[in-house]
T-cell receptor, first 111, second 114 residues
């Protein structure tokens, strides 16, 4: 069964303190792994798609990496505006094209 | 400019009532989705339509009925509302189905059943 597990559930950092969020997945035939950001009271906002192990993508202070079993979202020198819940989702070959979602990591950056 | 819009944003109603949520996307996408996000923030797919055809229909009570009048619109009608239906409902769209396409989400509709 396809499954996505995100850790930690919550992460509190000081402004400028770099860290990483983890997304572990089990899927038969990965088509893509997605990272989203969700602010309170809003819909998820697309960040990245990763397709194969070894791939990396960057956007401002965020960098996403992918291995055959997990993905990391690295946050470098975060600012308070990076505070949000970060969601990971995968699409597998046998999933009828639907996304399987993790429960998210709530990131809080203190000034 | 809004890519995926939903109405209403908030919906408060009593048990047993029937309500509808509307969704529209102006991205020219072929595929649209309805998700339910519970209090633990877990997103669960409910339905997906591709070019007005139902392609995903998860285990959802048949009180929930999606309707897609055209590929830019996907509405959700809920009959006989129950307390457990209280959640945030998100509409999303993507440019395709047969491939790993990112989905774009609306702002959500917070449904409260009293």
């Amino acid at each position: 069964e396809d499954q996505v597990t995100q850790s930690p559930e919550a992460l509190r950092l000081q402004e400028g303190e770099s860290s990483s969020l983890n997304c572990s997945y089990t899927v038969s035939g990965l088509r893509g792994l997605f990272w989203y950001r969700q602010d309170p009271g809003k819909g998820p906002e697309f960040l990245f798609t990763l397709y194969s192990a070894g791939e990396e993508k960057e956007k401002e202070r965020l960098k996403a990496t992918l291995t055959k079993k997990e993905s990391f979202l690295h946050i470098t020198a975060p600012k308070p505006e990076d505070s949000a819940t970060y969601l990971c989702a995968v699409q597998g070959a046998g999933s009828n094209y639907q996304l399987i979602w993790g429960a998210g990591t709530k990131l809080i950056i203190k000034p | 400019d809004t890519a995926v819009s939903q109405t209403p944003k908030y919906l408060v109603t009593q048990m047993g009532n029937d309500k509808s949520i509307k969704c529209e996307q102006n991205l020219g996408h072929d595929t649209m989705y309805w998700y339910k996000q519970d209090s633990k923030k877990f997103l669960k797919i409910m339905f997906s339509y591709n070019n007005k055809e139902l392609i995903i229909n998860e285990t959802v009570p048949n009180r929930f009925s999606p309707k897609s009048p055209d590929k830019a619109h996907l509405n959700l009608h809920i009959n006989s509302l129950e307390l457990g239906d209280s959640a945030v409902y998100f509409c999303a769209s993507s440019s395709g189905q047969a491939g790993a396409y990112e989905q774009y989400f609306g702002p959500g509709t917070r449904l409260t059943v009293t």
